[in-house]
């Protein structure tokens, strides 16, 4: 014998009635016909709006990247910052050679948008506005946001890998910095000879 | 125009734009008085989305005001206040033509395995988004709804994302009346999928996170019992323990890439960009619900493979659910039920931004600084 009805036919009490919860929950039971939800069937016909069969075509500004499981461009398509740069050259490569099945594809573009950071931050320094890690981290808002009382004594489980965020920020940084400085020194050092 | 740009990870900043030009017959430009951040954007934010260009604008959560339109629109006029869904879709694809809006095969060259998203990277279609004083809406004809005149500005905002998914979620879960239903996330979405479970005929509404805030306005909010998963060894033997060692019939996925309760996983996929996302909430999803139960996924994960408990969820003989929330097959119900008071969006809203100060907004929404819930962006309040 057991006192727990899982281990029988039966199924646990919940802690309220529905009558219970009717009282006590706004809207309880609003939709409690599942077949009369918004979402059923999962797949329904409605008038959308669309007054044509196929949608006109969109003029392509440039050769637009694209997935090779699509038999051709979309008709319409997002003009977002064209691919540009080493990073760009990857993108197209990747669109160009795997579909969205291949892990190499999705790899190829995040090594890509890394590539894209590294330029962008480049270029930026050659223009009038370089990039500014303090104000572009938005961490004026550890100060203004009570950066300190957010997380003092609440046990939250992200506090402890959110050291690692200025690592991912200014790590590469650094390590580019210290290269720069000990390829500087040998070079002095070897005119020095 | 003023307009966030993304930079690289963890950075963004406001820059100077052109408007967006017209771009299609059906396009229209809408100069925009509300935007919202998005949990979704954070994955952006943080670099875990392939294909996530330097001088993107993000923001797929935004209302506004047509300020042109193309020259084959017929529902739309410059002057109508609009609300935005987060899909772009053309209305008339073999998916659009099964109300599968969020899978539209028709505006996405990038990526077949999902439709176009406003501001959400090039995977989802090289969109620019809504967090700036102007965007291109493409489909005018399709997408965009008038805000009805009794409708609040900051809850129409709301419908276009963060409250249909949270509904569209718990609809997933198949829900009949007296279910247990488990939530995993406390922010906006996973608020307004235990609010909706409970529409559904719930019958116990559980929320697992491990914000004490977030959890605190999941017991407010949504009438929920709350559950903090940094103060048992093991959440889902809590889970069980407290459900009679049955489990939960329905499993809410409501955090998705960057869920948090296990390092290796947190740090291989969110830090290290090894998987498309870490899959803690949905492991805690499969096996905690019950054999034979829903499993529910809301939360968004980027296209890389994650380390999901496969076997858990075959051996368990579970269902599961998911898709992107085809967001205008929800509104007509969801009117139905703010104007009866049954649901009440605005009151998460945590925080209001000028667009100026967008990345100090970024950065307390992704640290997780004074009680942030959900953060609005004001393009005008410059």
Redesign the interface.
């Known amino acids: 014998m057991t006192d727990?009805?899982?281990?029988t036919a039966r199924?646990?009490a919940?802690?309220?009635t529905?009558e219970q919860?009717r009282a006590?929950?706004?809207?309880?039971?609003?939709?409690?016909d599942?077949k009369d939800?918004?979402?059923?069937p999962?797949?329904?016909?409605?008038e959308?709006?669309?007054?044509?069969?196929?949608?006109?075509r969109?003029?392509e500004k440039w050769p637009?990247?694209?997935?090779i499981?699509?038999a051709f461009?979309?008709?319409?398509?997002?003009?977002?910052?064209p691919p540009k740069g080493l990073?760009g050259a990857i993108?197209k490569f990747s669109?160009r050679r795997y579909s969205?099945g291949r892990?190499a594809h999705?790899?190829l573009?995040?090594a890509?948008?890394?590539v894209?950071?590294w330029?962008?931050?480049l270029r930026?320094f050659v223009t009038a506005r370089p990039?500014?890690?303090v104000?572009?981290?938005?961490?004026?808002?550890?100060f203004?946001?009570?950066?300190i009382a957010?997380r003092r004594g609440?046990?939250?489980?992200?506090v402890?890998?959110?050291g690692?965020?200025p690592l991912?920020?200014a790590g590469p940084w650094v390590a580019a910095a210290g290269a720069a400085v000990v390829a500087v020194r040998a070079l002095v050092r070897r005119g020095r000879r | 125009m003023r307009a966030m740009v993304y930079r690289g990870p963890y950075k963004v900043r406001v820059e100077e734009k052109d408007v967006p030009p017209i771009e299609h017959p059906n396009d229209a430009i809408v100069k925009v008085s509300l935007a919202a951040i998005c949990g979704s954007d954070l994955h952006l934010y943080h670099g875990l989305m392939p294909d996530t260009r330097v001088g993107m604008t993000f923001g797929h959560e935004f209302v506004g005001t047509v300020h042109e339109v193309g020259s084959s629109v017929r529902n739309l006029r410059p002057g109508d206040r609009v609300m935005v869904p987060f899909n772009i879709y053309c209305g008339s694809c073999f998916f659009c033509a099964r109300g599968l809006y969020s899978n539209c095969h028709n505006v996405n060259p990038n990526a077949t395995a999902v439709g176009g998203i406003y501001g959400y990277s090039h995977t989802t279609g090289g969109y620019d988004g809504g967090q700036a004083e102007y965007v291109r809406v493409p489909f005018a004809d399709v997408g965009p709804a008038k805000i009805p005149d009794w409708m609040a500005e900051d809850d129409a905002v709301l419908l276009t994302d963060a409250l249909a998914t949270g509904y569209f979620g718990a609809q997933l879960g198949d829900i009949v009346e007296g279910d247990v239903v488990v939530v995993f996330g406390a922010g906006p979405v996973g608020l307004y999928a235990a609010k909706s479970a409970w529409l559904m005929g719930a019958g116990r509404v559980i929320v697992i996170d491990h914000l004490e805030y977030r959890l605190a306005k999941a017991r407010e909010f949504a009438h929920a019992e709350t559950y903090n998963f940094v103060e048992y060894d093991d959440i889902v033997v809590h889970l069980k323990k407290i459900t009679g060692h049955l489990g939960a019939d329905v499993a809410i996925d409501a955090v998705g890439a960057e869920a948090d309760g296990n390092l290796l996983q947190h740090v291989t996929s969110a830090k290290l960009k090894l998987q498309g996302g870490s899959p803690i909430a949905l492991n805690w999803a499969i096996d905690g619900v019950r054999k034979g139960g829903t499993i529910s996924v809301m939360g968004a994960y980027g296209p890389i493979f994650s380390a999901v408990k496969f076997g858990d969820a075959m051996n368990k003989g579970l269902t599961l659910r998911m898709n992107q929330t085809p967001v205008k097959r929800q509104w007509p119900r969801l009117f139905e039920h703010i104007r009866n008071g049954y649901l009440a969006p605005s009151d998460i809203v945590t925080h209001r931004v000028p667009l100026e100060h967008i990345a100090e907004a970024y950065h307390m929404f992704s640290a997780k600084l004074d009680g942030c819930i959900k953060p609005l962006i004001v393009p005008a309040a410059g």
């Open positions: 727990l009805p899982t281990y199924k646990p919940n802690p309220e529905s919860l006590r929950i706004p809207g309880w039971g609003a939709d409690l599942p939800r918004p979402a059923v999962r797949e329904h016909a409605e959308t709006g669309a007054h044509w069969e196929f949608p006109e969109q003029p637009r990247e694209r997935s499981e699509h461009v979309t008709p319409v398509f997002g003009t977002s910052c990073s993108r669109y969205e892990a999705w790899l573009l995040v890509a948008d890394r894209d950071a330029e962008s931050h930026s990039d500014n890690p104000t572009e981290t938005g961490l004026l808002a550890e203004t946001r009570h950066g957010s609440r046990r939250r489980a992200d402890v890998h959110q690692l965020d991912i920020v």
